[in-house]
C-alpha cells in the first residue's frame, strides 16, 4: 500500500464510528438480519464478515446469550459486534469474561456498551488528530506500520489479560 493510500486509509477509518445502543435497531431480529447490521458496523473497520455458524457456536459456548425463539435483542447485537471486533487478538472465554465485567450490579448491558462505544469511537476519532501521539508516521514503511500495530496490539492485549486476570480474583473477605 502506496503512503498516500495508507494515510487516506487511515482517515476514512479515523471517520468511522460505531452506533450507541439507541442506534441499534429497537425490535427483535432474526439471524440473517443480525448478520447483516453486525457487517454494516464493522465491514468499514475491515472486520471479518460474520456467520451463522460463527453466532451459533458463539451462542453454544456461552459466549452470547441463547436468542428467545430465535430472536436476537439489541443485547445480542451488541453482544456479536464486541465478539467481532475482539475475537482477532483475544480468546473468547476472555472476551465473554470482559463483557461480564462490563455488566455489573451498578451497569445495565446498555450502559456498558455505550461507554465502549464512546471509547473506541474515541480512538477512532484520535487516529488522525494532530493532538494525540500518532501511532504512524507519513514516512513508515508497510513494515514499520505492522510491527508498530502488532506492538500496539500486544501491549493492549498484555495490559486487558492482566486486568480480566486481577479482576477476576476473589477479594480476600474480613474476618
Not at 500486544?154 to 477479594?171: D, F, N
Request: hydrophobic residues 40%.
Amino acid at each position: 500500500m502506496a503512503e498516500t493510500d495508507f494515510n487516506h486509509w487511515l482517515q476514512q477509518l479515523a471517520t468511522v464510528r460505531l452506533p450507541t445502543w439507541q442506534a441499534l435497531p429497537e425490535f427483535d431480529l432474526y439471524m440473517d438480519q443480525v448478520i447483516t447490521e453486525t457487517d454494516r458496523y464493522l465491514r468499514p473497520l475491515g472486520i471479518e464478515p460474520l456467520t451463522k455458524s460463527m453466532v451459533n457456536s458463539y451462542v453454544k459456548r456461552k459466549i452470547i446469550h441463547r436468542p428467545e425463539k430465535k430472536h436476537y435483542t439489541r443485547t445480542h447485537l451488541a453482544e456479536i459486534m464486541i465478539v467481532s471486533l475482539f475475537k482477532a487478538a483475544f480468546p473468547l472465554e476472555a472476551i465473554h469474561s470482559g463483557i461480564q465485567q462490563a455488566i455489573t450490579a451498578d451497569t445495565t448491558a446498555q450502559q456498558a456498551y455505550d461507554q465502549f462505544v464512546t471509547r473506541i469511537n474515541a480512538e477512532l476519532a484520535s487516529l488522525d488528530q494532530a493532538t494525540a501521539t500518532p501511532l504512524f508516521s507519513a514516512n513508515d514503511t508497510a513494515y514499520e506500520r505492522t510491527q508498530k500495530a502488532a506492538i500496539r496490539t500486544i501491549l493492549y492485549q498484555i495490559i486487558t489479560q492482566q486486568t480480566l486476570h486481577v479482576e477476576s480474583k476473589p477479594v480476600p473477605t474480613e474476618s
